[in-house]
């Protein structure tokens, strides 16, 4: 069995990994790293070309029993920087605080204010476009990198109406030329963006790509960790029919809420909670067919976020809902003459509640199973509350009728299977992210959220590695 030792072992390549490198290595440059990775490198133009982003598909890698719940994600190099829409907004203030506020989940042990400046360092790295009127609603220290992008006939109008509530959505989609990326096509092919213009693992960490202490293995699937007592001493992988074995002084687990969990199972460290809360938010699609008023004229595939329905007292009772503006026909353009885009698509995403009877177990060969009965009475009272108000959000429109489209399947964000927290108790990792139990292991990615906010969680991922990161190298 070959055996090599690193400074630093990283499991997965995606968000939480490639962060907290970038943010170690600007502290330690010298630091050997290893990432290990299930799967291959796909450049943009092979995606293309192949119109997928990866040559595995997720749901071989795990079973669930869940026969209406799809669990969506992209195994490769870059892991969801291949596959993401490129919506950015940060959480709210109060998802922090979600117990202190409301008495509902779990606050997080760390506050908005502590993650602001590493919000904003990721948006830098990502050279995010957003307006200044959204630091009216989440505080930011500094402007966002790049101007946002065009607003539709709709959003002036809502903007107008509802300044405290309905603002241009952040984006790692660029809204001009920088950096080596055009500006966004408003094609709607976000998840295969045909000019390369959101930011990717390939455009964005040329970097680490080309940085000598920095190794990116491939087609490397990490099965266990070999731990003594309260560290863990190699990670075990499988690669061409053999299995390996590399030593580290530091090991990063960033696989996905699915896999990490599994590894650890795997592995003997067997926290209680391990695997246990999996959610993520649940979105539904409407259609608002307008009365004289052509839209759609935006510059990108989402143009405006409204927070009418997001924050409030409510909370403590149902789930907050993001309101996404669409630039976009998702269900085809209006048939009457003249009224082709007198319409508005929205998609509304509701926050869900961890649930201890929705975890990742392992099944009898070791596969990662997901068991998930149901979304939380939380998130179905929040869903229920957002369709009965959302006439009233509205009014500002001339809105002619409004046409429920469905539920969403999946909104692509797995979260919650390793939670973070400052008391083993109720937690898997610490505030700093890492193990409780095991004190070189540290944790990335979305599996360490406490509660499940309804915002896109890669932005938020990127600013935890680089605290985490920050805190540890």
Not at 74 to 88: D, E, L, R
Not at 265 to 270: E, F, T
Not at 456 to 470: D, E, F, I
Request: overall charge negative; hydrophobic content about 40%; charged content about 20%.
């Amino acid at each position: 069995m070959v055996q090599e030792h690193f400074d630093v072992v990283v499991v997965g390549s995606g968000f939480g990994s490639l962060f907290f490198v970038e943010g170690y290595l600007s502290r330690r440059p010298a630091a050997k790293i290893l990432m290990l990775e299930r799967g291959t490198f796909n450049s943009h133009a092979w995606q293309l070309e192949q119109n997928k982003n990866s040559t595995i598909v997720p749901s071989s890698t795990f079973r669930t029993d869940a026969a209406n719940k799809v669990w969506n994600f992209t195994i490769g190099v870059g892991g969801g920087t291949n596959c993401w829409y490129a919506q950015t907004p940060r959480f709210h203030p109060s998802d922090f605080r979600m117990r202190s506020k409301y008495g509902v989940a779990q606050d997080w042990p760390l506050d908005y204010d502590e993650l602001e400046p590493y919000y904003f360092a990721a948006e830098t790295k990502m050279s995010v476009a957003g307006s200044p009127e959204m630091g009216e609603i989440l505080p930011r220290s500094a402007p966002f990198p790049q101007p946002p992008h065009k607003q539709t006939a709709v959003d002036a109008i809502m903007r107008k109406a509802q300044p405290q509530f309905h603002v241009p959505i952040a984006t790692a989609r660029a809204s001009v030329a920088d950096a080596g990326r055009p500006p966004c096509c408003a094609s709607a092919r976000c998840n295969l963006c045909p000019v390369n213009a959101k930011f990717t693992f390939e455009n964005g960490f040329a970097n680490l790509r080309e940085h000598p202490n920095v190794e990116i293995r491939t087609d490397c699937e990490v099965t266990h960790f070999d731990r003594a007592g309260g560290t863990v001493r190699a990670a075990l992988y499988k690669k061409g029919g053999a299995e390996r074995r590399v030593t580290g002084d530091l090991f990063v687990l960033g696989a996905n809420a699915i896999h990490s969990p599994a590894i650890l199972l795997r592995s003997g460290i067997d926290h209680p909670l391990t695997g246990v809360g999996i959610h993520e938010q649940v979105g539904y699609q409407l259609e608002v067919l307008l009365e004289g008023l052509d839209s759609l004229d935006g510059g990108t595939i989402t143009t405006a976020l409204n927070y009418s329905l997001y924050d409030g007292p409510f909370r403590k009772d149902y789930a907050g809902a993001l309101i996404y503006f669409d630039n976009r026909w998702p269900h085809g353009l209006r048939k009457e003459y003249g009224r082709w885009r007198q319409l508005a698509p929205l998609v509304v995403v509701v926050e869900d509640l961890p649930q201890d009877s929705n975890r990742v177990v392992l099944d009898d060969d070791g596969m990662p199973k997901v068991l998930h009965a149901d979304v939380s009475d939380y998130a179905k009272r929040g869903l229920q509350e957002s369709l009965t108000n959302i006439e009233k959000v509205l009014e500002p429109l001339p809105v002619e009728r409004i046409d429920f489209k469905g539920m969403r399947d999946t909104e692509s964000h797995i979260q919650g299977s390793l939670r973070m927290g400052n008391d083993r108790a109720s937690s898997v990792i610490d505030a700093s992210q890492i193990h409780h139990d095991v004190r070189n292991l540290v944790v990335v990615g979305s599996s360490v959220f406490p509660s499940g906010p309804n915002s896109n969680p890669s932005l938020s991922v990127a600013a935890l590695s680089l605290r985490s990161a920050a805190l540890i190298a």
